[in-house]
């Protein structure tokens, strides 16, 4: 793909808008990255691309480069792996099927959850339908924005640590492709996939590194190393996996506006990996800033 993507600033490729699990819309949430200072970014809602008509608008109106993108959910071996894809062709058949299973999925999921739950706390789903918008995927954020609201929880991080902890016992596993089969999917739509924040504290490392060779040869582009949840020992064991690996590193924020601390630009992909991204895709033109 052409790279005529001037990058003016710092680029932040992982945020989520209200279409997932986000609290701003796509338009705001892009002018809420121009007012932040990045000169890219991308929008990874959760198994959905609907939020990428009005981020398209909203970008070159206030001068910020977009790269459309997804977090495709996954699972190894029981463990949920988060897969970010950039600028793959929306309109794949394979991936439209896939990411209507997982979504289909997550709303009867997040059903029975909520029922586990309403047994020990006066939550219903029409609490849980109040904090969505017509369209939304469906997950956890949801029902913990419910429980915040019906006074159960002082926000969604305290929601998350208590009441939908997975040892909580409320908590059923989520329907998803394997990670290499999503890679898979991904190249073959075009697009650049990126394990999301792969060494987190709580999860620790997801993988071990026969299935990270593996995922390079199936095609994984990188990994989100600079993201607030992975540790410093994950951080260098994923430098020195890319390094064996031939893998890029890539830098977010994970910004869900008012849904988590998270800071958009708090952390940010070097230029030169945004290139590549670029020049890699295929499947989808990257928005470029007017102005």
Do not use: C
Request: proline share 8%; net charge negative.
């Amino acid at each position: 793909m052409p790279l005529d993507l001037p990058l003016r600033g710092p680029a932040d490729l992982h945020t989520h808008s209200r279409v997932s699990d986000g609290t701003e819309s796509p338009a705001e949430l892009v002018r809420a990255a121009a007012a932040a200072g990045l000169g890219t970014v991308a929008l990874t809602d959760h198994d959905t691309t609907a939020g990428w008509p009005e981020a398209m608008v909203a970008a070159p109106e206030v001068g910020v480069n977009l790269i459309p993108g997804m977090e495709l959910s996954t699972r190894h071996h029981g463990m949920s792996v988060h897969m970010l894809a950039y600028l793959f062709d929306p309109t794949n058949p394979e991936i439209m099927a896939e990411t209507e299973r997982i979504r289909v999925a997550r709303k009867t999921r997040a059903a029975e959850i909520v029922q586990n739950i309403g047994v020990d706390y006066a939550i219903t789903w029409e609490d849980v339908l109040e904090q969505t918008t017509p369209g939304a995927s469906i997950g956890r954020p949801h029902i913990a924005d419910a429980l915040v609201a019906r006074g159960f929880s002082t926000d969604r991080s305290a929601a998350f640590a208590t009441i939908l902890h997975p040892r909580s016992g409320y908590i059923i596993p989520l329907y998803a492709p394997d990670p290499l089969v999503a890679i898979r999917m991904i190249r073959a739509a075009g697009g650049v996939p990126v394990i999301a924040h792969p060494a987190t504290g709580t999860r620790g490392r997801l993988m071990p590194e026969s299935v990270v060779a593996e995922m390079a040869e199936a095609g994984l582009f990188g990994m989100e190393i600079d993201h607030r949840e992975n540790t410093p020992e994950g951080k260098e064991w994923l430098r020195e996996l890319a390094s064996r690996y031939d893998l890029a590193l890539t830098g977010s924020s994970d910004y869900h506006g008012a849904g988590k601390p998270n800071r958009l630009g708090e952390n940010t992909t070097a230029p030169d990996v945004v290139e590549a991204i670029v020049a890699e895709a295929t499947g989808f033109a990257p928005i470029r800033a007017t102005r």
